[in-house]
Every structure is written in C-alpha cells, then in structure tokens.
C-alpha cells in the first residue's frame, strides 16, 4: 500500500480536502455573512515558490539511514495548522524551517538523534500528527542553536501488546489514531479518544500535549486512558509501573503528559480502553433562552448520568455549522454503552431539559445510534469538515480562527459575556467592521464548562498575520484576566506561552526548570515550549 503524503498547505493528506464547489459554496456564505460581493483571492503557493534556505548543519554518519534534508520534508515539517502557520505558507515564509528531518523507526533511533544533537548543540522538535495550532512543532529556537532537528515520531506506530482482560494495550507513541481504532476492533475493543484531529493524531501527541477527545463529560482528556508511559531524555529513560492506580508519590506519568515534547520523547504507552459500544441514543434540544441551556448542561453533569456528548452551541453557532436556524440555542445529547441500553439515561437527560424550557423532536431522541441525522447529525458532520475551510478563507483574507478555556459554574456568565466582548471590539478594532464571535462547549464538569469560542472578521492580505495576533493578544489576556485557563486542550505550545507563565504559580514555574535542566542538560529539546527559551 502507497504510503499518504501529507499536504503541503491544508489539513490532511495529498488528494483530502474541499472540492472547488465546496470552496465556492464555503466563500459564499462567508460572503453573505458579512454582506460583500466576494473576496479577493490569492492563489495558494506551491513548494517550487519558496526560497528556502540551506541547511546549516550536515547529516552525521550515523543518523544518515533516516535522516532527509529533502526540501519537501523540511517544509512540510515547519508549521502545524493553525491560522497564523497557514498565513506564513502563503506568505511563503520558512524562515524557521528545520535543517533536518529524522524519521525515527526505533527507540535506538531516537536515543542516536538526542546524543548526537545534545553534543552538537542542535535543537530537537518531536514531530507526530503536526496539527498543532499553538506553534508547538515550529522550530523556532532563537539562535543560541548550531542548527534544528525534527524527529519524527510516525514511524514508531505498533501496537505491541493487547491485554484484554485488563482492557489495555501497550502502544508505540507515533501510532496515529485511524490506525490504533483499527488494531483494536478485531479484539472488539477501543481506546474511544476522537479528537478532531483523529486522522493525524498520534498517541505520542496526544498525550504530550493532554488532548481532550470524544467524550464530553468523565473521560475528557487523555489523561484518564493513560496506564503507564516511557519516555526517552538525554539523560536516560523514564517508565513508569503499569498500575490501575497509585499512591506513590508524585507520579511520573503526570510530568510527562503534557510535557509537549520539552522534557522527553514518549516512545510508548500503556493505555486503558473499553468495549466498543453497542448502544447509542442521541438527539439535539432547542432552548430559547442561553443561561437555561447553560443551567441544562450544568445540571447534566451534576447528575452523575455523565452522557458521552453533552454539548452546547449558542443560536449563532448552531446556525453557522447547519444545526439550527438562529432562533435558538442547542444543546446536542447522547449516550452509549457496550453493556446496556441507555433509554433510561437517556430519558432523565431529556426530563431535566424540559424542566429548563428545552424542546426536541420525540421520534429522533428516540431513535438508536440517531447522532448521524438532524441537528446532531448537522453539527457532527460539519465538525469534521471544518480543519478544511482554513485555507480557503485564508486565501480570500477571512480572519477565522478559534481558543478555547474552562471556567468554573458561579464564574461563567460574567466569563462569558466579558471574553465575547473584548474579542468583539478586537475583530473591530483591528479590521474597521463588525466581526463574528460564536460560542460553544466542548467538554462540561460538575464543576464548570469548556467553553470554545470562534471568532471571525474581514482581514486584508498583507496584514493577516498582524491582525490575527492582536485578536489573539486582547482575546487571551480576557480569558486570563477573568480567571480562566489558557488552554483547556490546545495545548501550550509557543504562542501559548506568555498567558501560561502568568497562569502557573511561579514556584511551579521554576519546579519544571529544574526538572528540564536534569532530564535535558543541554535543553535541546523543543526550545522554549513549556519552559522558557535560556
């Protein structure tokens, strides 16, 4: 089998993507959205237009089996997806591109590449999936660095041990997602982690940067299937005991999940996993008023029914994604289990909504597996198609981008209506007009709501890149100032950073310090990602 390439400009592989109907159909809504004409559109660039530069180190002997200076490889390996990478692609910029890339195909592998770049003063940026949209992989490292290295990780993309009767698997840590959902369904098991990068996602990324994945309630994160890890630093391997639970300390799994590649390369993982589930209901519930499907949702995840999916679109985002028609707030619902009906749960869900105002269609809640049609199906759909717009509205200069946070119940209506306006008079602020800013749950607690936030505005070529930082400033010191976090999943990365330094305690702060400067003397690894550049 020919083995996919990944896209130069766009999500997903060569051939993936929007056709050129679904381009036009794209644009034109935006175009009805802020009531223009049409966009101009610049073409998108191909990798035959960038001037890159050399690399300014050589490949050493012993890493030459699976090492590349290929332009295709360095460039493609530069950016992840995110609205700021993409602009930089049009712009044809790769000032930051890496001098090598290494395709690990083994743990010898990747302890040659941490010797040898720890002795020659070469920057090292783990590379899995590459969806980052926080400037996680970008070898951008200062110039204290002879020259940068990507280690890439897909090669690394077994699962090497089932152990069924424990519901666990022993996994390398590039096995991308598509490929980890397909080992374990012959042993009618899943690890049940979709996030919407689940086509590039590797485990390794995934639990180095703590992503949260399908479940919107109980099993949020990443965190809750990790068993056990190993990871590999200069200074030595780190793995930990395989334990269904522990009380020794701190544990080593925890420094090493979200670590995002700045303390160690995780080369493996045990993770815990479930029955595949067999039944499912799930239906959308219209609310006309956004505080009562807030208060749903809240006492949703109070009433220990922990539904799989228990999402909330205010009206502009469920109209903007084909789940409503504006008039009305959803909140999309469902529930599924490997071992039982969940018409019951299913059925208290739905009373505690009604006692709240929600209306919903009686046949479809009622229907099994039913996330596939009506507004749920709606939503759903339009979930995975998204990572597709970006470059098509980059193109015609559409500021489109979004962040993401958790705050806790008593804080969020005043979170809330604060982050959506400082956000709105950015968008005006810097593009002259009226923008868009939408809002959505991604994940829901007892104790509080991860909001998601969209926000879009008409940007000039030229300036994309200027103007989408300044949204991102003003919006990310609201989240900040108002008491949320920086980042409920999105991870760090580097343009994270100056909102992470003031969220953590400052004695935490130099804890991790102390940690990267033992397990990375030469703090090659991922410069200035969680830990601040020297």
Partial sequence: ??????????????????????QEMVLTRYAERFGVDGFERIAAPTPDMVDLHGPRIGVPAKLKAFCSTDDF???????????????????KNFANAPDIVAFAKSENDVTDVLDWATGANVAVIPFGGGSTVVGGIEPAVGGGFAGTLTLDLTGLNQILEIDKTSRAARMQGGIRCPDIEAGLRPHGLTMRHFPQSFDLATLGGMIATRSGGHFATLYTHIDDFVESTRMLTPAGAMESRRLPGSGAGPS????????EGALGIITEAWMRLQDRPTHRRSTAINFNDFSRAVEAVRQLTQSGLFPSNVRLLDRMEA????AGDGSHDVVVLGFESADHPVDAWMERGLAICRELGGSYDEAASKAE????????GAWRAAF???PHFRDALISAAVISDTFETAITWDKFHSFHENVTAATEQAIEDVTGAKGIVTCRFTH???DGAAPYYTFQGLGKHGGLSEQWHEIKRRAADAVIDNGGTITHHHAVGRDHMPWYERQRPAVFGLALQGAKDKLDPAGILNPGVIVPLA
């Fill in 444 to 446: 829901a607690y007892p």
């Fill in 73 to 91: 490889d360095r460039l493609t390996h530069t950016y992840g997806k995110s609205f700021p990478d993409y602009v930089r692609i049009y712009d």
């Fill in 252 to 259: 080593p799994d925890r420094l090493a999940i979200g670590s």
């Fill in 369 to 376: 597996d039913s996330n596939t049609s009506g507004a749920a």
């Fill in 1 to 22: 089998m020919v083995a996919k390439r990944a896209k130069f400009l766009g999500w997903g592989y060569e051939g993936e993507g929007l056709t050129p109907d679904e």
């Fill in 384 to 386: 995975i198609k998204m």
């Fill in 319 to 322: 109209l903007l994604n084909g």
